[in-house]
Nanobody, 115 residues
Framework: QVQLVESGGGLVQPGGSLRLSCAAS????????MYWYRQRPGKEREMVAI???????NYPDSVRGRFTIARDDAKNTVSLEMKNLTPEDTAVYYC?????????WGPGTQVTVSS
C-alpha cells in the first residue's frame, strides 16, 4: 500500500501561482495513472489533472491552460503547477494514485485564493 502526502498549499492572491507536490512512499512507476483532484466548498470532488505512465496528460476545460501536471517516477513525486488562480480554485487538493482496481489518496492540501 502506498502513502501519499501533498504539500505546497496555502494562501495566494487572485492571478497568482502555486505549485503543489505529492510525495509517494514507494515507487509510482507501477501506477498507470496519477491524478490531482480538488474539492471546493459545498461541491463534489472533481478531477483537475491526470498523468498516465506513458506520458499522456489531460485536464478539464476549467483548468486547461492554467494547470500542469508532471510526474517524476524517479523521485516518486507528482506535481501540479497552477497559474492565473481565481477564487473559484479555492479547494482542498488531493493526489491520487491508481493501478488496475486499486486507488490511493493523500490527505489533501488546502489552497485558498483570496485578496
Amino acid at each position: 500500500q502506498v502513502q501519499l502526502v501533498e504539500s505546497g498549499g496555502g494562501l495566494v492572491q487572485p492571478g497568482g501561482s502555486l505549485r503543489l507536490s505529492c510525495a509517494a512512499s514507494q515507487s509510482i512507476s507501477s501506477f498507470k495513472y496519477m491524478y490531482w483532484y480538488r474539492q471546493r466548498p459545498g461541491k463534489e470532488r472533481e478531477m483537475v489533472a491526470i498523468s498516465s505512465a506513458w506520458g499522456h496528460t489531460n485536464y478539464p476545460d476549467s483548468v486547461r491552460g492554467r494547470f500542469t501536471i508532471a510526474r517524476d517516477d524517479a523521485k516518486n513525486t507528482v506535481s501540479l503547477e497552477m497559474k492565473n488562480l481565481t477564487p473559484e480554485d479555492t479547494a482542498v487538493y488531493y493526489c491520487k494514485a491508481e493501478r488496475d482496481s486499486e486507488g490511493y489518496w493523500g490527505p489533501g492540501t488546502q489552497v485558498t485564493v483570496s485578496s
